[in-house]
């Protein structure tokens, strides 16, 4: 996995090998400094995390006599400690006794939903765990057709409503489904039309409610494009000010020299990145890991 991350992560690592390369400098004077502020603003990470690394940096890095710390490690351990060894990834997926678990997964579309429904599907398989699927975008014409595409390519069924339907409807029948059947879990794909704040609470709320009737939600996944930076962090927001959001998602890490946007998604919404998108095949959705991450950061 580390090996696929490291390959995934080709872009990201810029900031890796930029930020090795600017520490690796004989003397680390203001210019040296700023540039790596730059470097770490750029990859998103955000203007308060940058100022604190780059201050612990300084003060761990400074030479007084002796021999100078080796500043790879230096920068290892303080950008893991900045991405947070010690949160809780792992995924609820697990109901209580025969009753599945439901996984909701919510975001702005175009984000990678529906592609990581499949792809969260295929994982579950993997772990030998009955699941089933919820086609609730029912608002994005497409959205049940590529569901539907998905759950033939991982072998999960997928239950789906008529276009234009309602979201809550299709969640319903999909968990009483997954009652009847005593499947593990079931995952709920969500329209996620950033329409007022007003009636994505209601349209999410009622979702929420009606699942809960017959099974316990036990996470809800945010899913964030990696690509958009800053501005998709804001939109993401909104929903987690509206359902309480339990994991985060990051898509499109492949590619991205935006990796910095874990720290800063973490820090604004004080929720844990759980999973990252690496691509868009079937077993291109890894389990977050925040020293993996980093090493494949630094190349
Ligand atoms: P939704 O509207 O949020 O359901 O988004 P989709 O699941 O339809 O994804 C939008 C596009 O992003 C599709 O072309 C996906 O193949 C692509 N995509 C999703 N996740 C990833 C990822 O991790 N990496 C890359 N490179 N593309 C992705």
Redesign the pocket.
């Known amino acids: 996995r580390l090996v696929r991350l490291r390959q995934r992560l080709a872009g990201s690592n810029a900031l890796g090998r930029g930020l090795l390369g600017l520490l690796s400098r004989e003397k680390l004077d203001e210019d040296t400094w700023e540039a790596i502020e730059d470097l770490l603003i750029a990859a998103d990470i955000g203007v308060a995390p940058t100022q604190e690394l780059v201050e612990r940096l300084r003060t761990r890095l400074r030479v007084e006599g002796g021999q100078a710390p080796d500043a790879r490690t230096v920068l290892r351990e303080e950008l893991i400690e900045l991405v947070d060894p010690t949160m809780d990834r792992a995924l609820q997926v697990s109901g209580e006794g025969d009753v599945p678990g439901v996984v909701l997964v919510v975001?702005v579309?175009?984000?990678?939903?529906?592609?990581?429904v499949g792809k969260l599907a295929r994982i579950l398989v993997a772990e030998e765990r009955t699941a089933l699927l919820a086609a609730a975008?029912t608002f994005?014409a497409a959205?049940t057709e590529?569901l539907a595409t998905w759950g033939e390519r991982v072998g999960v069924e997928v239950v789906r409503g008529p276009e234009g339907g309602d979201p809550a409807s299709v969640a319903f029948d999909a968990v009483k489904q997954g009652v009847e059947r005593g499947v593990d879990t079931v995952v709920v794909d969500t329209a996620?039309r950033l329409q007022n704040k007003q009636g994505l609470m209601d349209e999410l709320g009622k979702v929420k409610r009606v699942i809960e009737k017959q099974a316990p939600v036990t996470e809800v996944l945010l899913?964030l494009d990696a690509t958009t930076g800053q501005n998709g962090l804001i939109q993401a927001k909104v929903f987690s000010e509206v359902v309480d959001v339990t994991g985060i998602v990051l898509?499109?890490?492949?590619?991205s020299a935006k990796g910095g946007i874990v720290v800063a998604v973490q820090r604004q919404l004080g929720v844990p990145v759980k999973l990252v998108?690496?691509?868009?095949g079937p077993d291109?959705l890894a389990p977050f890991d925040a020293a993996a991450f980093v090493d494949a950061l630094l190349g």
Do not use: C, H, P, S
């Open positions: 975001g579309n175009g984000t990678g939903k529906t592609t990581t975008d994005r959205a590529q996620g899913v898509t499109k890490l492949d590619g998108g690496l691509g868009e291109d």
